[in-house]
C-alpha cells in the first residue's frame, strides 16, 4: 500500500504561480511512475504531468512550457511547479502513484485561478 498526501493548492491571479507537493508513504517500490492529474468541474480527471522512477518526463500539451514536475528522492515527494497560471488551470489536483502491484490516489488539492 501507498499513502499519498498533497499539499499547495489555493487561489491565484491569472500569471501567477503554485507549487503543488506530494508526499508518499509506505511500501515504495523500487519502480514506479508518480504524477499529477486533474479534474474540472464537468469534466473527466486528465493527465498534467508524470515523472518516472528513471526519470522519464512527460507533460500534458496544454501545460508544457509553464508547469515544472520535479522528484526528491530522499523524501519520496514529488512536486509540480506551475508558473503562469490561466483561469482554465482551476480544477481539482490529484498525487497519483502507480507501481507493479497497484494505482494509488490522493485526496486532491483544489486550485482556483481567479481574480
Known amino acids: 500500500q501507498v499513502q499519498l498526501v498533497e499539499s499547495g493548492g489555493g487561489l491565484v491571479q491569472p500569471g501567477g504561480s503554485l507549487r503543488l507537493s506530494c508526499a508518499a508513504s509506505g511500501i515504495i517500490r523500487s519502480i514506479y511512475t508518480m504524477g499529477w492529474y486533474r479534474q474540472a468541474p464537468g469534466k473527466q480527471r486528465e493527465l498534467v504531468a508524470t515523472?518516472?522512477?528513471?526519470?522519464?518526463?512527460r507533460y500534458a500539451d496544454s501545460v508544457k512550457g509553464r508547469f515544472t514536475i520535479s522528484r526528491d528522492n530522499a523524501k519520496n515527494t514529488i512536486h509540480l511547479q506551475m508558473n503562469s497560471l490561466k483561469p482554465d488551470d482551476t480544477a481539482v489536483y490529484y498525487c497519483?502513484?502507480?507501481?507493479?502491484?497497484?494505482?494509488?490516489w490522493g485526496q486532491g488539492t483544489q486550485v482556483t485561478v481567479s481574480s
Open positions: 515523472i518516472t522512477s528513471g526519470d522519464s518526463i
Open positions: 497519483n502513484h502507480r507501481n507493479y502491484v497497484g494505482n494509488y
